[in-house]
């Protein structure tokens, strides 16, 4: 199971199984950025993966930039990825006059070259299994603020790496993104603590874990 909430579901619908959590990975070198020499400046480059679909819940993120803009924030606000929900996102940006804010980029094949030009990851899906992206963002050295997918639980530290969201609450949600854009000694402790965090869900260490499973079971059967 890739996460703890993963496991849960699998115990309750096939307890005759046993389950082991092994939490999915990434290649953090192909997502690592030494920030040692990035100015903090004015204007807050926030960014956001995902499939464009209702769990992913972008819509969220337009009402927290709404927030944003109406509070004379200068921040952009850089979504990566398409799917059914795209035009109906895209119209409500205009309609709420975030055209100077919002862009919407499509599917893309430099990620992390988004990441790296970036100060804050935002993430809004109600449901995720695991939360990759989140893995990814931090070890570009991104603080990440996030709502409840449950799955996502087993990827944040409260103030450690960024932000847990429990209520679908906009209001709450810019306002974190200001607080810690004006701390620059909390945002600067949050990412190098991040970029630490994701290097434990290294490809690497994952493939190790997955063969030392497989030789037990192998051993275990004889």
Same mark, same amino acid.
């Given at each position: 199971? /890739?996460?703890?909430? $993963?496991?849960?579901? *699998?115990?309750?619908?096939? !307890?005759?199984?046993?389950?082991?959590?092994?939490?999915?990975?990434?290649?953090?070198?192909?997502?690592?950025?030494?920030?040692?020499?990035?100015?903090?400046?004015?204007?807050?480059? /926030?960014?956001?993966?995902?499939?464009?679909?209702?769990?992913?819940?972008?819509? *969220?993120?337009?009402?927290?930039?709404?927030?944003?803009?109406?509070?004379?924030?200068?921040? +952009? @606000?850089? #979504? #990566?990825?398409?799917?059914?929900?795209?035009?109906? &996102?895209?119209?409500?940006?205009?309609? #709420?006059? #975030?055209?100077?804010?919002? *862009?919407?980029?499509?599917?893309?094949?430099?990620? +992390?070259?988004? @990441?790296?030009?970036?100060? /804050?990851?935002?993430?809004? $899906?109600?449901?995720? !299994?695991?939360?990759?992206? @989140?893995?990814?963002?931090?070890?570009?050295?991104? !603080?990440?603020?996030? &709502?409840?997918?449950?799955?996502?639980?087993?990827?944040?530290?409260?103030?450690?790496?960024?932000? &847990? &969201?429990? +209520? =679908?609450? !906009?209001?709450? %949600?810019?306002?974190?993104?200001?607080?810690?854009?004006?701390?620059?000694?909390?945002?600067?402790?949050?990412?190098?603590?991040?970029?630490? %965090?994701?290097?434990?869900?290294?490809?690497?260490?994952?493939?190790?874990? =997955?063969?030392? @499973?497989?030789?037990?079971?192998?051993?275990?059967?004889?």
């Amino acid at each position: 199971a /890739i996460s703890n909430d $993963a496991k849960k579901y *699998f115990e309750k619908t096939a !307890p005759q199984y046993p389950v082991t959590l092994l939490h999915n990975a990434i290649d953090y070198n192909n997502f690592y950025k030494n920030r040692d020499g990035d100015v903090h400046g004015d204007k807050i480059r /926030i960014v956001n993966v995902g499939s464009f679909v209702e769990k992913k819940n972008q819509k *969220f993120l337009i009402e927290v930039a709404k927030i944003l803009a109406d509070k004379n924030i200068d921040f +952009e @606000l850089h #979504l #990566l990825g398409d799917g059914e929900t795209r035009a109906m &996102l895209e119209e409500k940006a205009r309609i #709420l006059n #975030l055209s100077g804010h919002v *862009f919407f980029h499509g599917n893309i094949n430099n990620v +992390e070259e988004w @990441l790296w030009g970036s100060d /804050i990851y935002v993430h809004s $899906a109600t449901y995720e !299994p695991l939360g990759l992206a @989140l893995l990814e963002a931090m070890a570009a050295g991104l !603080p990440v603020i996030t &709502l409840d997918g449950r799955g996502n639980r087993d990827l944040m530290v409260q103030e450690k790496n960024g932000y &847990l &969201l429990p +209520e =679908l609450n !906009p209001e709450n %949600f810019a306002a974190k993104i200001i607080e810690l854009w004006n701390d620059q000694a909390k945002y600067k402790e949050i990412s190098l603590w991040a970029q630490d %965090f994701a290097k434990k869900f290294d490809i690497k260490e994952y493939v190790d874990k =997955l063969l030392a @499973l497989f030789q037990e079971a192998l051993t275990g059967h004889g």
